[in-house]
């Protein structure tokens, strides 16, 4: 376009009257030549890394090789290759994972409305909501297991943690028992007046007699949105950390005969 010849003037129209037609500096009409004249390889910046794409990738096939369960995350994944020494970022090991196909088939994302949770769900001072969540795993010697967990968001301090074989409603109240007998001396009618639960619309948690039990200890019930897990997001957190720690590297740490040591004096229960 720049070599085009003016009818009028009998010129060429030249690069500065074609870039301000087109609202463009000229520098960005250069920059085009030049990636024409000299394309560059779409590789990763900066210095090379200790693991190259074909020696990671061999590791995660191995990982994948390796694990009992077919279908692995990256995530898992991932925290498998660093308790190996393999550091590297999620986000590379899903690249990989997905460039070679090695991931497991998920589901379509599904159209949503807007965020329900834009605020902050820390409080200025401990004790004035806890927040509990559940995840499963599994263990080589008692097999499918579920933990459940409590935070207080004001500190990030684990309140609660057990670890038991059926996921029900009673488990369920474990964590938030211990708390209470931590923080507050005794457990007793109303004895946590004052103190809110946030929690998500899981079975256990929105059961009669685990709402039941809040309103013995005066505990104010708080669910979260529902598809709105940042609503409880400092419980999400500790689980994924425990998982990433824990969970996803050794499944024999949650073994009854190591649980003192892992889970802080949670047993396995029967």
Known sequence: MSSAVSPSTNRRYGVWVVTQEWGVPRSTFYAAQLRKEHPRSLKKRGPRT?????????????VLEGSPFTGEGHRKVWARLR????????????????ENRLLAPSRGPRSRGPRNHDGTIRTSAPDRMW?????????????????????????SEAIG????????????????????????????EKIAQGLSLRHDHGSPYVS???????????????PSFVRAPEGNGVSERFIRTLKEQLLWVSMDMLDPAHSGQVLRGTSLRE
């Open 50 to 62: 200790v693991w190259p794409d074909d020696l990671l990738t061999d590791s995660i096939r191995r």
């Open 83 to 98: 308790s190996k020494g393999i550091r590297t970022s999620k986000d590379r090991v899903l690249r990989l994972m997905r």
């Open 131 to 155: 927040g509990t969540d559940a995840t499963g795993t599994f263990t080589r010697k008692d097999g499918a297991v579920t933990v459940f967990i409590a935070v207080d968001p004001c500190t």
């Open 161 to 188: 943690i057990h670890a038991a074989r059926s996921g029900n409603r009673f488990e369920a109240l474990e964590p938030i028992r211990q708390g209470i007998r931590k923080h507050y001396g005794a457990f007793h």
């Open 208 to 222: 009669h007699d685990f709402q039941k039990e809040l309103r013995f200890l005066g505990v104010e019930s708080s």
